[in-house]
């Protein structure tokens, strides 16, 4: 039972390149989410999906898009990264019953 | 939504009892409150929840007060590994599942 697993664990990239994150969760969960955590703060909502099929906006949705095709994995896309986007980038499952997440072991994305 | 204050740190002596405080004085009578600690570079961890009544797990206790307006965490004998930032949440009514970080605290556990 790995829990929440994050591909890829560090990248780099240039000011309007692309690129995808995956989250794979193996605990059967509904909802998943996206957070993000900037240098010193707490956690940002990003997107979220309540199911298969389904994503919703958080609180910092701008400049990223994600889908949910598969219920175990929710992906998360920049399509021109910015520098801005700088950050440790955490993905969370959780059955929507209760606000009890797990989190995954984040991605540390660096855009020059 | 109900919004909350914690101490931006606090330390303790391992093996002692910490106490991490939390206000959230206008959390309305359905809002539950969430506790997650994050240690340094890992991914928040869930720790304990309750609405009214005083919780305990494996991890910790949750005391809160008749009047909802504060809770307090409790880890019983505090360890180095329990050094961490220390979030108190209360599940926002309207915002479908989603959690609001805030600043946390954190609690520097000390030999």
Known sequence: ?112 | DAKTTQPTSMDCAEGRAANLPCNHSTISGNEYVYWYRQIHSQGPQYIIHGLKNNETNEMASLIITEDRKSSTLILPHATLRDTAVYYCIVRPDNAGNMLTFGGGTRLMVKP
């Open chain 1, 1 to 112: 039972n790995a829990g929440v697993t994050q591909t890829p664990k560090f990248r780099v990239l240039k000011t309007g390149q692309s690129m995808t994150l995956l989250c794979a969760q193996d605990m059967n969960h509904e909802y998943m989410y996206w957070y993000r955590q900037d240098p010193g703060m707490g956690l940002r909502l990003i997107h979220y999906s309540v199911g298969e099929g389904t994503t919703a906006k958080g609180e910092v949705p701008d400049g990223y898009n994600v889908s949910r095709l598969k219920k175990q994995n929710f992906l998360l896309g920049l399509e021109s990264a910015a520098p801005s986007q700088t950050s440790v980038y955490f993905c969370a499952s959780g059955s929507g019953v209760t606000y009890e997440q797990y989190f995954g072991p984040g991605t540390r994305l660096t855009v020059t």
